[in-house]
């Protein structure tokens, strides 16, 4: 399907508080997406005792009937990446998304994370939102690009 | 001795004679110092600058043996084979990087040195508190290091740096002056 994109990219900390989100295009409405992520985090709960195996991808948490899809992933240390994909059309709520289509976009979005938490003048503090600009872009960059199939 | 001469040497003594450490470590290290001293100069970035030079001054001292034992480097001609010493040999056996010898003044006493690669600088995004931007030089112990050594060797320079990547800039620019030759100087009470 060719309208499948991503309608949002959200980074949760360690407990539960939101430290990014961003919507596409930028000026849609970030009431809807922090409502949607906010739910997810249920799912990761839920799911969590069942991953044994250490794999951070949590593949699709739940879609909504508008063609929103969210896809979680989890790494080690708690922090949580949601990327809520639209994946067009509307009405029935199955996302034509191959699995594992999204790992490439959360490897990225994990590098970007590593880069912004090793610059030393980062202060690692859940209260505060991120406000690195090249972390920023360098999210807007991944969510504006993608495509299925995309290599970013 | 010709650029390439000191590349070969630099390249040699680095595969063969060069223990490597982690550079994530290096990087980090590097960076909690200078994140550190932020904070204990509570944002006087102009001292920080100061004490990071210091900091250089003081490794550069000790490090210039280290540097001639492991090169077998004898006594350079002139400043031109200084120039590439230091960024083809000294740069190359320490940070895994040859910074570009360029801009030299025609009296032979000042060039650049313009980092393509900073290790020290990876992941590095300043604070952006408005100042750090247009303050800190965020590399200088580097200047330090090169003021210090050299004149462990008989050479008074200066060095700043004119521009950096981590403010905006297109490059990395290093300048380096040569004030003076120190003379040896006659040990006191002799005659």
């Known amino acids: ?152 | 001795m010709s650029a390439n001469k000191a590349a070969r040497i630099g390249e040699e003594v680095w595969k063969t004679r060069i223990d490597k450490v982690n550079a994530e470590l290096v990087t980090l290290t590097y960076g909690s110092i200078v994140a550190q001293l932020c904070k204990d100069y509570e944002g006087d970035y102009i001292e920080v600058n100061k004490q990071l030079e210091k900091m250089g001054y003081n490794i550069g001292l000790r490090l210039i043996e280290d540097f001639l034992a492991k090169t077998n480097m004898g006594k350079c001609i002139n400043f031109k084979e200084t120039a590439e010493t230091i960024s083809k040999i000294g740069f190359k056996v320490f940070l895994n990087i040859t910074p570009t010898v360029t801009n030299w003044t025609t009296d032979g006493k000042q060039f650049s040195l313009t980092f393509e690669e900073n290790p020290l600088a990876d992941f590095v995004e300043l604070p952006d508190d408005g100042r750090a931007q247009n303050e800190l030089w965020y590399s200088n112990l580097l200047c330090g290091v090169l003021r210090g050594s050299l004149e462990m060797v008989q050479m008074q320079v200066d060095a700043h740096f004119v521009s950096d990547v981590l403010r905006g800039n297109e490059v990395t620019e290093m300048r380096v002056t040569l004030i003076r030759t120190i003379d040896d100087e006659l040990p006191p009470g002799e005659d």
């Open chain 1, 1 to 152: 399907m060719s309208s499948t994109r991503i309608a949002c990219i959200a980074i949760i900390g360690k407990n539960n508080s939101p430290l990014h989100l961003s919507p596409f295009p930028a000026t849609s409405n970030t009431l809807k997406y922090h409502f949607l992520t906010h739910a997810t985090l249920d799912v990761f709960q839920a799911r969590l005792p069942l991953k044994s195996n250490g794999d951070s991808d949590f593949g699709l948490l739940y879609s909504v009937d508008e063609g929103l899809a969210a896809y979680g992933w989890l790494t080690n240390t708690g922090v949580k990446i949601i990327v809520v994909v639209d994946v067009g059309g509307g009405g029935a709520g199955t996302p034509a998304m191959k699995d594992g289509e999204l790992k490439p976009v959360f490897r990225a979005l994990q590098t970007a994370y590593i880069q912004l938490v090793c610059n030393p003048f980062y202060e690692n503090d859940e209260a505060k939102p991120i406000t690195s600009k090249r972390f920023i872009e360098e999210v807007k960059r991944i969510g504006e690009n993608w495509t299925p199939g995309f290599a970013l």
